[in-house]
């Protein structure tokens, strides 16, 4: 009986890995932004991060920012635009499994950020 569970066990195991459960896509990538209660230049300061909830690595990731705009410098290493109302998080670096990236900037009201694309680097 033992050995006919670890048998059925292993094939749904193998049947997820096969089908890609867990495998990882743009969808995997968060965005979280929240009030830090601080104003830079007369604007409310906002913390974003962008946050890989996939077990795997994503690098080169691209989110909207149309018109995106901050009275508080913005560290181009983290966040910075590539046109066409484009920007790349962390200077395209990988961001890690389950791992989170992050920057402020004070404007008013809030951007919302929308990955567009990433780089997946499994296996």
Do not use: H
């Not at 990882?24 to 962008?50: A, D």
């Not at 395209?92 to 791992?99: E, K, M, R, V």
């Amino acid at each position: 009986m033992a050995s006919t569970f670890g048998s059925l066990l292993t094939i749904i195991l193998f049947t997820l890995l096969v089908n890609g459960y867990g495998q990882c896509e743009l969808k995997g990538i968060t965005v979280g932004t929240e009030r830090t209660n601080r104003e830079v230049g007369g604007k409310e300061e906002w913390k974003v991060s962008f946050i890989n909830t996939c077990k795997c690595p994503q690098k080169s990731l691209i989110v909207s920012c149309d018109g995106f705009q901050s009275t508080e410098k913005v560290d181009p290493n983290l966040f910075a635009s590539v046109g066409n109302n484009n920007c790349i998080v962390n200077g395209g670096q990988p961001i890690g499994p389950f791992a989170t990236v992050g920057f402020v900037y004070a404007w008013d009201p809030p951007f919302i950020f929308v990955p567009r694309s990433s780089q997946v680097q499994c296996g």
